[in-house]
């Protein structure tokens, strides 16, 4: 006579259901947190994300001789965001400019809506010193030519020219860049020369200026 089997049968208690389902509640945060990391923030979000590039201007002078004034401008472009950008075009000129001796009373409007009250000494209008001007693929150059920042990069550029010592007070230096996401381009864009001789973009559409190109037109000025 065979014997009977005996089934035994446990139920888990409150405490390991409780167990099992914070285990598979981190198991699922844990996939969702992974694919947050490596699928959204390395792919998603650079691909949706614009470029932001952040300028920097500096100048260093010094004295050669009797006659001579060495000037070197560096002009720096780090881009700040998580997307690449491509770099289309840039111009950086500089000016020189003499302050008078004597002070004369003046209102200026440098912008419309902005008045001066100025009682301080006069300065000569800007004379061009050097205009820079620099293009790359986007902007018609060689296809060899490409300038690429990815995220956390930055471009230098330096710039070095000599001035007569003392003849000019401050420096006035104005600079556009543009740029763009990788293989934007390319746009018929080639060098102009304004009425005072300093270089500038031409074939570029007022829309894709203002959405391409930043700078600083009004000047940043350095002592000299």
Not at 110 to 127: F, K, M, V
Not at 184 to 189: D, I, N
Not at 196 to 222: K, P, R
């Amino acid at each position: 006579m065979m014997g009977r089997e005996l089934h035994v049968h446990s139920h888990p208690s409150g405490a390991e259901h409780w167990r099992h389902v914070v285990e598979i509640a981190a198991l699922v945060v844990a996939a969702a947190w992974g694919f947050y990391v490596f699928v959204y923030q390395e792919r998603i979000k650079p691909a949706s994300e614009l470029p932001i590039l952040q300028p920097q201007l500096s100048v260093h002078h010094e004295m050669l001789s009797a006659q001579k004034e060495y000037v070197e401008v560096q002009f720096n472009l780090k881009n700040t965001s998580g997307a690449s950008a491509e770099l289309d075009g840039m111009v950086v000129t500089v000016y020189g400019r003499r302050m008078a001796t004597t002070s004369s009373e003046r209102i200026e409007s440098p912008l419309p809506s902005i008045t001066e009250l100025n009682r301080t000494l006069t300065i000569s209008a800007p004379t061009l010193l050097y205009s820079f001007y620099d293009s790359w693929t986007p902007f018609g150059a060689s296809s060899k030519k490409a300038a690429i920042l990815h995220g956390g990069s930055d471009f230098r550029e330096r710039i070095a020219f000599g001035i007569t010592p003392r003849f000019f007070g401050m420096l006035k230096i104005t600079y556009a860049y543009c740029y763009s996401r990788p293989g934007s381009g390319p746009w018929p864009v080639h060098r102009t020369q304004r009425p005072d001789g300093s270089y500038f973009f031409s074939g570029i559409s007022s829309t894709q200026l203002s959405s391409n190109c930043h700078g600083q037109s009004l000047g940043e000025y350095f002592p000299v």
